[in-house]
């Protein structure tokens, strides 16, 4: 029988992965998380979650918000480059309703997708050889 769950494989586990998203990755970011990815050779996203105490005391509502990314992640992971990623919660996101929540994770979903090419449609026609001036 299959679950729906998140497979083993597809979470981040040891203290090295987290360790190394810590220090090169790239970066995004909004009102409520903030994540941290960068390139893997496994072929698949893997996601890893820090909520701290410092979000919420209630252990609660540190659960509500993890299961909440779990299932967003479980849903799109299949869309997602072979990225590791790390969400971390900000402290705002201990009073905000779920669906607003899913609404902002979702926006980092597709920022990941924007920034990473060949992943979704190009920022620029490849005949374009045009700058932004500032």
Not at 71 to 82: K, M
Not at 90 to 105: K, M, T, Y
Request: charged share 30%; proline share 4%; aromatic share 4%.
């Amino acid at each position: 029988m299959s679950t729906a769950g998140l497979p083993r494989d597809a979470r981040l586990r040891r203290p090295g992965d987290f360790a190394a998203l810590r220090t090169s990755s790239g970066r995004a970011g909004g009102r409520c998380f903030h994540m941290r990815y960068r390139d893997n050779e496994l072929g698949h996203a893997r996601l890893g979650l820090a909520i701290s105490k410092r979000v919420s005391k209630r252990a609660v509502e540190r659960n509500r918000i993890k299961r909440l990314l779990r299932e967003s992640f479980r849903r799109i992971r299949h869309q997602l480059p072979a990225v590791d990623l790390m969400v971390m919660a900000r402290e705002q996101a201990a009073g905000v309703p779920g669906s607003q929540l899913l609404v902002e994770i979702d926006g980092l979903w597709k920022k990941l997708l924007a920034d990473r090419p060949g992943t979704s449609e190009p920022l620029k026609r490849a005949d374009d050889t045009s700058t932004i001036v500032r």
